[in-house]
């Protein structure tokens, strides 16, 4: 399976983007969907995830009612919709595919139980 994220970008504060990963090489309905993120000088962290089997979602503290993850598996694409945006969330954003975990890995952010990997796509949140 292999990953491309698009839709960063610069963004003022406040402001929204819409992160797609794109699934080819195989289908990402088999696959919990995670996303990562790893700012400037920072360790990569986890985000959100969504599920293989039932649609669960997770997400990390710091953007739970401002990041929305989501998947659509007849375009073999997942998307993280990201709004009211801050410049603490500026950082290099990675989808990533766990592979036969239902519904996600135990916990969700284990970047280990992640077996396939974007190139990433620049956020940058700044006025």
């Not at 979602?57 to 009211?84: E, I």
Request: glycine fraction near 12%.
């Amino acid at each position: 399976l292999q990953l491309v994220e698009s839709g960063g970008g610069l963004v003022q504060p406040g402001g929204s983007l819409r992160l797609s990963c794109v699934g080819s090489g195989g289908f990402m309905r088999f696959f919990a969907i995670g996303w990562f993120r790893q700012a400037p000088g920072k360790e990569r962290e986890g985000v959100s995830c969504i599920a293989m089997s039932d649609g669960s979602t997770y997400y990390t503290d710091s953007v739970k009612g401002r990041f929305t993850v989501s998947r659509d598996n007849a375009k073999n694409t997942a998307y993280l919709q990201v709004d009211n945006l801050k410049p603490e969330d500026t950082a290099i954003y990675y989808c990533a595919a766990a592979e036969y975990f239902a519904p996600a890995p135990n916990p969700w952010h284990a970047q280990d139980e992640y077996d396939y990997w974007g190139q990433g796509t620049q956020v940058t949140v700044s006025s």
